[in-house]
C-alpha cells in the first residue's frame, strides 16, 4: 500500500462542548489509519486562506491530551464564520485553496461544523470533482441547535440539552425556595432561532421530583401573547411559582420576532440570520406590567453551548464517533459527504454513524414537528421526551485541576 | 439526664447551592444529640407566623436523603425575606411566636440566613432573655455574598465561586474560539450589590491554561466609565477576545449605579436593598457604541446561586458543620450567637466553627478590602486569590438520575 499523504481538519461556526471531541476523533483515527501528519486549520476556512494552521502532534502529545481534548469547550483551533463564495463568483479564492492544500500534500480535509459549513464541503468537493484534484472532502456534524437534517440529532445538541435540563431544575428549586404568598414568574430564554430542540429540552427538567417548567414555546407555533398572558394568569390562580421557557426565536403571527416589540437592536451575521435578544426580558416586563405579579428572566445564553462541565458522555462519544467515521470514510474513498448519527435503536439506545450525500443536506433546517408539541402549542410530547432523553445520558468527569475544569488549549 | 425537647430550624434570604447541607448538619447532630422532634419550619419565620412547620422525619429517611439533601440548592424548606419588626413596635409578633415554639416544645431555635436573619435571632434571643423564656436561639450564616463580618467567609460563597471560576473559564474559551480577525469584548456580571467577592472569584479563571479575565470592577471602587473605555481600547489594540467581569452593583463616583444609567427599572427588598440588572448590558452596548467592536454580554443570574452541579465540596462540608456546630453550641447553652468558620490554617487549609455574639455581627457588610485590588482597582491580587482558592476545591458527585442531577424536595 502506498504511503499516506496528510489530513487537515477545521472548526466552524458557533461553539459547542463537544466540536473538540471530533477534532480528537479525527485525530486519533487519522493517526491510526496512518495518516502521516493531521493539520489543524486555525479559524477553518478563514484562517486557512491566511496560511494559518497547526501540526497538531505539536499540540496534543498522550491519550492524557486527548482525554483533555474532550472535556475542553468550544473550537479548540479556532471558529469562523466565513461563507466561501459561489465557484463561478470567485474562482481564485478556489485556486489558493486547493493550492494551499497540494502544498501540505493534504488528501483529506474535514470540516466539523453546522449547515453553513457543509456548505463548504459541497463546493470544495463540487470544484475538486470538476477541475480533477484528488482530495477528499467530508463534513462532520456540530451544532447544538439539532437543526440538521437527515442525521437523527447532531452532535453538541445532547450536552446543550442536559445542561439546559439541569439549570432548569436548578432555577425551579430557586423559584420554589423563593415564593410563599407572594407569586412569581420566571421566564427562562433559550437559544434556537427557527428551531426549538434546545427549548423543549427545559422539559427534561421534568422528573420524578420536580415538576418541570409550566409552559415551553418553540419557534415552530406562532406565539400568541394574548393566550400566554391568560395561561400565566390562570396558572397564577394555582401556583405561587410559574415557570416559562422560550425560544429566542419565537414569533408572532405577523411574523415579528417577540424580542422586536421591545424594540432591541437587531445583528444581522455573514450568513443573514438576525442575532436575537431579549426576548425573555421583554416578557417578563409585560407580565409584571399586566398581572402586577414579581417577574424575573434567565438567559442561559452562552453558558449552554460551552458548559462542557456538564456534557453528556453520550454525546461526548458520538462527537468522538462522528469524527473518526470522516476519516474512515474518505480513507475509503467517500467526498463530498457528511457523517451523520443514525439512531439504531431507542431502548437500550444504540447509534451507529452513517454517511449522506451533503448536496442533500445543506441548507435545509429540521424543525421540531408539529406533533412532538401538544394542540395548544404550550408543551412538548412524550415523543419528543423519548426522542431526547436518551441523548443526555451519562458524564465525563472534568479534570479537576485547583478546583475548576480543566482545558486542552492551543499553544502558539 | 433529662429527657430533650424539640428543635426548629429555618432558612431565610436568597438561596445558595449548599444551605440545604447546614439544614442536613442540624437534622443529623439534633437526632445524635437525642432531641426528640427536628421541625422545619417553612419559608422561615414568616411560614412559621402561619403555623407553617414540618416534622424532618417525615422527610428524611435515610443517610442517603441526607446525602441528597446536600446536594440539592435552594432552600428545602422554602425561604422568606421577612424582617421582625422591633419589639416595642410589635409585641404580639413575638408572643405569638413563642405561644407556637411552647407549643411545639422547641428548645431550640436555629435559623439559616445572612445578615438579615441574624437580626431575627438577635431579637428572637433579646426578648426571650428579657420574657425569661428557655429556648435558646442559633444563627448559621449562609449567602454566596460573602458579606458577613466575623467569619473568615459564609458558607454558599466557595460553590458560587467555583461556578462563577468554572463558567468564566467556559466563556473565555467560547470567545477565543470565535474570534479571528474581528475584536470582541465580553461583559459578564456577577452578582454582589455592595461587596465585589463574586465578581472576584472571576479572577480564579487565570489558570495555567487560561488567561483569565481581563479586567475587573468591583463595587468597593468607583467606576470611571472613561478610563474603563481607555483600558478597553488599549487592549483591543493587543488582542481579539477581552473579557471583562463586572459586579451588578459598580457605582459612579457620584454614587449613581452604572445600570441606572441605561434608565432600566429599579426595585426595593423589604430590607430597602435595590434590586440591580442590565450592568453588563448597558456597557457592552457602550462599548460597541465607542469602539465599534462586537460585544456581549453575559449575566450569571440565578444560575450562580443555585448551581450546586458545580458545589465546592470544602464549601457543603463547612455549611454541615456549622449546621451541627449550631445544635452543639445550644445544646451545651448557648443562645443570642452565630456559628462562624474560622481558617484554622492555610496551607494545608483547615476550618473550624466558632462562636459570635450576634449583636456584634448583625448589618455589618463586609466588602473587599481595598489592598486585595490592584492599584487601578481593575483586578484583584493575589491575596484574595490566596484566600478564595481554598474554598472552591472538590467536588460532590450529583446524584445522576436519567441523566439529571437529584435533588431531595418536600413532601407535603
Not at 471558529?79 to 493550492?99: G, T
Request: glycine share 10%; charged share 25%; aromatic share 8%.
Amino acid at each position: 500500500m502506498a504511503k499516506k499523504g496528510n489530513i487537515i481538519v477545521g472548526q466552524s461556526g458557533g461553539p459547542t462542548s463537544v466540536i473538540n471531541s471530533s477534532l480528537a476523533g479525527v485525530y486519533k483515527t487519522a493517526k491510526e489509519r496512518g495518516f502521516h501528519k493531521v493539520y489543524g486549520m486555525l479559524h477553518g476556512i478563514q484562517g486557512f486562506l491566511d496560511e494559518q494552521y497547526v501540526d497538531l502532534s505539536t499540540q496534543i502529545h498522550s491519550d492524557m491530551d486527548i482525554e483533555l481534548l474532550k472535556r475542553t469547550p468550544s473550537a479548540f483551533l479556532g471558529s469562523c464564520r466565513y461563507k466561501l463564495p459561489d465557484i463561478h463568483e470567485n474562482p481564485e479564492i478556489y485556486e489558493k485553496i486547493f493550492s494551499i492544500l497540494d502544498k501540505l500534500n493534504i488528501e483529506v480535509f474535514i470540516y466539523i461544523g453546522g449547515n453553513d459549513s457543509m456548505d463548504t464541503i459541497k463546493k470544495l468537493s463540487d470544484y475538486a470533482i470538476v477541475k480533477g484534484h484528488r482530495q477528499k472532502f467530508l463534513g462532520v456534524p456540530k451544532t447544538i441547535d439539532n437543526d440538521l437534517a437527515l442525521t437523527d440529532h447532531t452532535p453538541g445538541f445532547g450536552s446543550a440539552a442536559k445542561y439546559i435540563g439541569a439549570s432548569t431544575k436548578e432555577i425551579i428549586r430557586d423559584a420554589q425556595g423563593l415564593t410563599y404568598d407572594k407569586a412569581m414568574v420566571t421566564v427562562i430564554e433559550v437559544m434556537g432561532r427557527n428551531a426549538g430542540w434546545l427549548t423543549g429540552a427545559t422539559a427534561l427538567a421534568k422528573t420524578e421530583e420536580c415538576e418541570g417548567p409550566d409552559l415551553i414555546y418553540l419557534p415552530e407555533v406562532a406565539f400568541d401573547i394574548e393566550k400566554f398572558l391568560k395561561k400565566v394568569s390562570d396558572l397564577l390562580k394555582k401556583k405561587v411559582s410559574v415557570v416559562v421557557a422560550v425560544s429566542e426565536g419565537i414569533k408572532l403571527d405577523d411574523g415579528r420576532y417577540v424580542c422586536e416589540l421591545s424594540g432591541g437592536a437587531n445583528y444581522v451575521d455573514a450568513f443573514g440570520h438576525k442575532q436575537l435578544q431579549g426576548t425573555a426580558s421583554y416578557l417578563a416586563g409585560f407580565l409584571k406590567h399586566e398581572l402586577g405579579c414579581k417577574t424575573r428572566s434567565v438567559e442561559f445564553s452562552t453558558l449552554q453551548r460551552s458548559a462542557s462541565h456538564m456534557a453528556s458522555r453520550v454525546d461526548i462519544n458520538e462527537a468522538f464517533m462522528v469524527g473518526g467515521a470522516a476519516v474512515k470514510a474518505a480513507d475509503e474513498g467517500d467526498t463530498g459527504k457528511m457523517v451523520v448519527i443514525d439512531r439504531v435503536s431507542d431502548d437500550p439506545y444504540m447509534s451507529a454513524a452513517g454517511i449522506y450525500d451533503v448536496h442533500k443536506i445543506a441548507n435545509n433546517e429540521k424543525t421540531v414537528p408539529r406533533n412532538w408539541l401538544n394542540k395548544e402549542g404550550n408543551f412538548v410530547t412524550d415523543d419528543f421526551i423519548n426522542y431526547i432523553e436518551p441523548l443526555i445520558q451519562g458524564d465525563y468527569q472534568p479534570f479537576m485541576v485547583n478546583g475548576l475544569p480543566q482545558h486542552l488549549v492551543l499553544k502558539k
